[in-house]
């Protein structure tokens, strides 16, 4: 099985490109030299024997309560994604299946809602703030009520 067989529609990836195919502004040090890491996190809108074609925004798509973090919608007529050519690709990586995504999405949403109830509507600013409130939760309590979260919001 290759890799163009293995990535779904949907799925959240790591690709790394090669400096020319990376779509986005490279930044560079003081001497010119790149410090741009040419590694895009994004999700698959199709993969052929041509290369993977995916939609970026450029940041980190994995769900987490940092701020530089944004759920990725799959667009709803498949375009507007980067096709990068196999040859302009030097390393790929599944983070998660379309589905995992979605529901990986769901319960930190979910999980954020819960931890505002408790602090005045304020979600937490980091993973490390919400984890170290969760630890002081009663494990099974917390998780019904993410769960009763994820129930109200389908």
Known sequence: ????????????????????????????????????????????????ALGVCLITNGGKIMPGFDLDRERLLMPRDGRNGHMFPWHSITGATLLARSAEYESDWNRYDAAGYVYADA????????????????????????????????????
Not at 132 to 143: G, K, R, S
């Open 1 to 48: 099985m290759n890799t163009s067989e293995y990535l779904r529609t949907g799925d959240a990836v790591n690709i790394t490109v090669t400096p020319s195919a990376y779509p986005f502004e490279v930044e560079r040090d003081s001497s010119g030299r790149p410090t741009t890491n040419f590694i895009l996190q994004g999700r698959v809108i199709y993969a052929d």
């Open 119 to 154: 602090h005045d509507d304020l979600l937490p600013e980091s993973m490390t703030q919400y984890r170290e409130w969760a630890n002081t939760q009663d494990a099974a309590d917390l998780n019904a009520r993410i769960e009763a979260e994820i129930e109200a919001s389908r």
